[in-house]
Every structure is written in structure tokens, then in C-alpha cells.
């Protein structure tokens, strides 16, 4: 795959399997093994365009969730 924007300039990633965490409609979800690039040097996290689709998707209509989990949420100020 190859990655079209990354800030921090460098072009070599690594493949691994990643959790994300994402808010839809005050709704919290949080999608475990990811397959993603990660870069080399900055660790930023990227998708393919399908993984992205497929995802941000599932949020939009998620079904209903594997498990439900209990998780701190803290409010950066
Ligand atoms: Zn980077």
C-alpha cells in the first residue's frame, strides 16, 4: 500500500495490528485488530482505503458490538 499524506515525511511503514478508537454521535466504539501501515518514524497510523471504509462504516451502522467493554474516559483541560 502506498501512502499518499504523511506529515512527517518519511516514506517507509511497517504492517501491524492495530485498535482504534473512534466517536460517532456522542457514541464511543472502540474496533479491535486493525490491519495497518505504521510509519517508521513517526508512528503515525494509517489505513488502507478499504480498511478505512470498512471501519468508518461499521460506525456509521454499527452492528451489534462483539462485546462490550468498560473504559475510563478523561477529559484533557
Ligand atoms: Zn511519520
Given at each position: 500500500?502506498?501512502?499518499k499524506y504523511n506529515?512527517?515525511?518519511n516514506n517507509t511503514f511497517h504492517d501491524e495490528i492495530v485498535n482504534h478508537?473512534?466517536?460517532i454521535k456522542a457514541r464511543?466504539?472502540?474496533v479491535k485488530n486493525i490491519p495497518a501501515k505504521i510509519c517508521d518514524r513517526c508512528e503515525a497510523k494509517f489505513f488502507s482505503p478499504e480498511t478505512y471504509d470498512a471501519v468508518y462504516k461499521m460506525n456509521y451502522n454499527p452492528k451489534s458490538p462483539n462485546k462490550k467493554?468498560?473504559?475510563e474516559l478523561l477529559e484533557f483541560s
Amino acid at each position: 500500500m502506498k501512502v499518499k499524506y504523511n506529515n512527517c515525511g518519511n516514506n517507509t511503514f511497517h504492517d501491524e495490528i492495530v485498535n482504534h478508537v473512534l466517536e460517532i454521535k456522542a457514541r464511543i466504539y472502540a474496533v479491535k485488530n486493525i490491519p495497518a501501515k505504521i510509519c517508521d518514524r513517526c508512528e503515525a497510523k494509517f489505513f488502507s482505503p478499504e480498511t478505512y471504509d470498512a471501519v468508518y462504516k461499521m460506525n456509521y451502522n454499527p452492528k451489534s458490538p462483539n462485546k462490550k467493554i468498560e473504559a475510563e474516559l478523561l477529559e484533557f483541560s
